[in-house]
């Protein structure tokens, strides 16, 4: 804890959605919570319209897909003289409309600069910040989705995450190259192929850490949140019927406020201490039972000699080797 005697905890993306209730959920467990963010105005305002408890917050200026900005946040962050107890990476975008790739400051594909390669950036250059934090029980918590999973209801909606043998990777995602696999730019894949990387990033943290630092790493999917802002580039039609498809037909709609108290109870509360899981609240859990299971997740996420090639490989690509 720091002089406040407050637990620290960074959260990406909490100007909006789940990322925002999380911040509000940990705030009001007694965290102090640094809300990292693109858009600071809007993530104070987001803060005051939630109610966030005054003095329990500090908003701190990150974009993600730009690799300059990650390393300058960290830099910010450890002159606030604060100890890290958590890290939560929750920022996501989400463009299932784009027909050609966008591309970050270094050049990588957007979904895949932002949503994996920022947060392995981030994750690794903090992980000393946890390590050295007197704080015993420390944690790094990164989202995870349904759709990286074939094996999941939810998974199996075409175009299916795909990593191949990582050629993209190992191109260096310059252009004409977009994709994790080398092959033709799609907006939807590149999104799923991106929260792929995310799991292998917690297992081979898992793998490579816990057991020389104590830090538990994990993964949550708090249930489908249809509502999410991270549907705000897609049809008009489709954010009016995808929360009325799952409240009433497959009755896995969560709100954000829900999900935001499930990814505070995996960083802070005892029953998610265990590190390399993956909880979830999916589509599979029975209604009478409201705690959080740890689930297998996709073949893809579990290969270990991939997930130790995509490592060395972002490693590369974000300039940590």
């Known amino acids: 804890m720091t002089q406040d005697g407050r637990s620290t905890v960074i959260i990406t993306g909490a100007s909006s959605g789940v990322g925002l209730y999380a ?15 693109r858009n600071l105005p809007k993530t104070e305002k987001a803060a005051q319209e939630v109610e966030m408890p005054p003095g329990r917050y500090t908003i701190m200026e990150i974009d993600l897909a730009d690799l300059v900005s990650v390393r300058k946040f960290v830099q910010n962050f450890r002159k606030t003289g604060r100890n890290l107890r958590a890290l939560v990476c ?3 975008i989400y463009m299932p409309l784009l027909k050609e790739p966008l591309r970050s400051p ?3 594909e957007l979904s895949m600069a932002t949503n994996h390669l920022g947060h392995f950036l981030l994750c690794n250059l903090l992980l000393e910040d946890l390590k050295n934090s007197p704080e015993s029980d420390r944690r790094m918590v990164i989202l995870g989705t349904v759709t990286h999973n074939p094996d999941e209801l939810g998974g199996k909606v075409y175009p299916r995450p795909d990593l191949g043998n990582l050629e993209g990777f190992a191109a260096g995602f310059q252009a004409p190259v977009a994709m994790a696999d080398g092959k033709k730019f799609e907006s939807v894949k590149a999104y799923k192929d991106s929260k792929v990387c995310n799991v292998l990033t917690m297992r081979e943290l898992h793998r490579r850490y816990h057991e020389s630092t104590g830090i538990a790493f994990s993964s949550l999917y708090p249930g489908c949140v249809a509502d999410t802002p991270l549907f705000r580039n897609h049809y ?4 009016k019927l995808f929360p009325l498809f799952q409240k009433h037909i497959t009755g896995g709609y969560v709100s954000q406020e829900l999900a935001g108290e499930r990814v505070a109870a995996v960083v802070a509360d005892p029953e998610y201490k265990q590190s390399g899981a993956y909880w979830s609240w999916g589509n599979r859990q029975k209604k009478e039972r409201k705690e959080a299971f740890v689930q297998k997740v996709s073949p893809q996420a579990r290969d270990d000699d991939r997930a ?6 972002s490693a590369k690509l974000v300039g940590i080797v």
């Open 106 to 108: 270094e050049g990588y």
């Open 23 to 37: 911040a509000k959920a940990l705030a009001n467990k007694g965290w102090h919570v640094i809300m990292a963010c």
């Open 90 to 92: 929750n920022a996501a």
């Open 236 to 239: 008009p039609l489709f954010q």
């Open 308 to 313: 130790e090639r995509m490592w060395d490989l």
